[in-house]
């Protein structure tokens, strides 16, 4: 069976890896084009090419997969199957008609809850006890295929983002195996979507990004989470007249209540507590501008006078 990979995220690129090393037929990768990072907007390769790159699997980048000349080269490639993986595209028709036993995707959300782009952060911000994996047939809709598999786990209340992808990496590597399986043998089984439960799950804007001290601290403990650790919920921190981007990886909500203003450190020390709209924001971990990710405890030990903006 010939495969071709679609994927950009790092998510992506752990599944491809762990597909190759299982002698998974792989015979080429289709990732997103090199973009400009950080401030020297030096160009940078997707997770997915550096994988690929070390496996040695040949590489595709279009601007856009869709195009014709495109269309045209995958075509001549006579793949059976196509595997997407956070990709960052929608996969169009033309593309989706193209391998002999159909196009296929892993999707972290139990659907039809959470159809886009940032399915495992908007599950935290929105509290939920469970998420999992989903694999589903593709269709030119984004993210309403047919059910092939679909497996859960628990999301504990104190999880990050980053912790809970590697958890859901490890269940659709396992998964996507067995599926593979599936098809290799002709007995996959297909589960219609209930589309009337269908929820959506948008980018992270950059204003979700920045905390509002006037929300509830479970709010906040949430939103907190599913940004841990990249790209991190901030607030802005000054210290000797010089404003300081704080992230807050991880905290702890308290029902405490406060005479002070929302945004008021409270306590400094051995515990770092933030006033809220209701209740307190106990910090955790956090990362100071220019600095590394430590205790908050640790970090705002050496300042002066601290105040949060």
């Known amino acids: 069976m010939k495969i071709i990979f679609f994927g950009t995220s790092s998510f992506a690129a752990q599944i491809l890896f762990y597909l190759v090393q299982n002698q998974v037929n792989v015979i080429a990768v289709v990732t997103r084009p090199d973009r400009p990072t950080g401030r020297s907007l030096k160009s940078s390769f997707p997770p997915v ?13 279009p601007e856009k997969a869709s195009s014709p000349e495109f269309v ?7 793949a059976d199957l196509f595997i997407v993986v956070a990709y960052g595209e929608i996969v169009k028709k033309e593309v989706l008609d193209l391998p002999s036993l159909g196009c296929i995707n892993i999707h972290a959300s139990l659907l039809p809850k959470y159809r886009g782009a940032a399915p495992m952060q908007r599950c935290l911000i929105n509290a939920e006890k469970e998420t999992g ?8 809709k984004m993210d309403a295929g047919d059910i092939i598999s679909m497996q859960k786990i628990p999301i504990p209340f104190e999880m990050t983002h980053g912790e809970l992808e590697k958890e859901l990496c490890v ?3 396992e998964m996507i195996l067995q599926v593979i399986e599936q098809f290799r043998n002709h007995s996959i089984k297909r589960i219609p979507q209930d589309h009337s439960q269908m929820s959506l799950a948008p980018k992270i804007s950059a204003e979700e990004k920045e905390i509002d001290w006037d929300l509830d601290s479970h709010l ?9 650790p990249s790209p ?3 607030c802005i921190l000054e210290i000797k007249n010089q404003k300081k981007r704080l992230k807050i990886l991880r905290a702890f909500p308290e029902n405490l209540p406060s005479s002070e203003n929302p945004g008021s450190l409270v306590t400094l020390g051995k515990e770092v507590e933030v006033v809220c709209g209701q209740g307190i924001l106990r910090l955790l971990e956090v990362q100071l501008e220019g600095k590394r990710a430590m205790s908050a405890s640790d970090c705002f ?9």
């Open 49 to 61: 090419k550096q994988t690929a790159i070390r496996l040695n699997v040949p590489i595709f980048q």
């Open 72 to 78: 045209a080269q995958l075509k001549s490639l006579q």
């Open 133 to 140: 994996i989903s694999i589903i047939e593709m269709t030119p």
């Open 171 to 173: 269940l659709a590597q």
């Open 220 to 228: 906040l403990h949430n939103r907190i989470r599913a940004l841990s």
């Open 232 to 234: 991190g919920a901030f």
């Open 301 to 309: 030990n050496g300042l002066q006078n601290p105040k949060i903006i």
